[in-house]
């Protein structure tokens, strides 16, 4: 096939991964923490997730002006567009997780003399873990979403730029190659997230 032997294809799936990569990895080192600090603290969640809420309605394409004003083509609108559809619902997915877990885990934790951090770590996270895992992977199909989306409109490369180049030249063959690769790395993504829940902490917490 002419865009694999000219190497564009597989130049376009590391500008998508990379962004994907950068966009996805920088919303859950802050979603996740943020969440989790907002689901412990009854009185801050009450304030804050009406507004964290307003933002995760927001359509992530209703932010592609100011992707485009504020950081231009390239790069870093895509990964900021992939941070604000994939930040908010990782905040909430975490917040609502620790607000659910259940007192009685509390209950023994402080019997048996736990520590806040011995607290979090032992019986906190575990239990939140496969609602995190579950945020995790729909988000990453969220920002495989939006990354398509995003090319097309504020990229020179990727896999949503080839797709859109294809459309313009007529080149169904083309288009239709790039949608099988971005439905397989869709679904090899997801496979990936979801060995997470072989891990044994994840495990106690479905088993429970």
């Known amino acids: 096939m002419e865009e694999v032997t000219t190497g564009r294809l597989f130049t ?38 009406p507004i964290v809420n307003f933002f995760r309605s927001l359509s992530p394409l209703a932010w592609i002006p100011f992707a ?14 992939i941070f604000m559809t994939t930040f908010f619902p990782m905040v909430l997915t975490a917040a609502a997780a620790v607000a659910n877990v259940p007192s009685l885990y509390l209950k023994v934790g ?34 495989w979403v939006i990354v398509v989306a995003a090319e097309m409109i504020v990229g020179r490369d990727g896999l949503g730029f080839a797709i859109w180049d294809a459309r313009n030249g007529l080149r169904m063959d083309l288009l239709v190659s790039g949608m099988i690769v971005i439905g397989a790395i ?15 902490g994840v495990r106690w917490a479905y088993d429970r």
Request: aromatic share 8%.
């Open 12 to 49: 376009d799936l590391i500008a998508s991964l990379f962004r994907v990569i950068s966009g996805f990895t920088l919303a859950v080192a802050l979603g996740i923490p943020a969440g989790l600090w907002l689901g412990a603290r009854v009185r801050v969640r009450s304030a804050l997730l």
């Open 68 to 81: 485009i004003l504020w950081f231009g083509i390239g790069d870093a609108p895509a990964v900021f567009l």
């Open 110 to 143: 402080n019997d048996v003399g736990f520590s806040q951090r011995e607290m979090f770590w032992a019986l906190i996270l575990p239990a939140v873990a496969p609602q995190l895992i579950t945020a995790l992977r729909i988000t990453a199909g969220l920002a």
């Open 186 to 200: 869709g679904t090899l993504l997801d496979v990936l997230l979801r060995q997470l829940a072989r891990h044994p």
